[in-house]
């Protein structure tokens, strides 16, 4: 079992940054791919970055690259999302979520665990 708790979102105006992070509870967390997810009002939940649990890959959503960075502290057990140039379109909850020797998929399905999701709001 693994708990994921979010940290870091808020008020930021455009063009401003955020560092979120996801702290995870559990012995095991190197061998999960962790990702980012986040979910706006009315739309449903999408893609942001991932990184692998073993080689460190990255990958991001199109609308994120060169702006996001995700990384990852195994001996913290937790995963970061910086953010950068925000964008009033990337308001939403932002989730992390974790898959047990996964690469990094875009897709929800696969992740075995959720956080509670940290709102992060982006003013014009």
């Known amino acids: 079992q693994v708990q994921l708790v979010e940290s870091g979102g808020g008020l930021v105006q455009a063009g401003g940054s955020l560092r979120l992070s996801c702290a995870a509870s559990?012995?095991?967390?190197?061998?999960?791919?962790m990702g980012w997810f986040r979910q706006a009002p009315g739309k449903e939940r999408e893609f942001v970055a991932a990184?692998?649990?073993?080689?460190?890959?990255?990958y991001y959503a199109d609308s994120v690259k060169g702006r996001f960075t995700i990384s990852r502290d195994n001996a913290k057990n937790t995963v970061y999302l910086q953010m950068n140039s925000l964008k009033p379109e990337d308001t939403a909850v932002y989730y992390c979520?974790?898959?047990?020797?996964?690469?990094?998929?875009?897709?929800?399905?696969?992740?075995?665990?959720w956080g509670q999701g940290t709102q992060v709001t982006v003013s014009s």
């Open positions: 559990g012995r095991t967390f190197s061998s999960y791919a």
């Open positions: 979520a974790a898959e047990e020797r996964g690469w990094g998929t875009r897709y929800l399905s696969p992740y075995d665990y």
């Open positions: 990184i692998s649990w073993r080689s460190g890959s990255t």
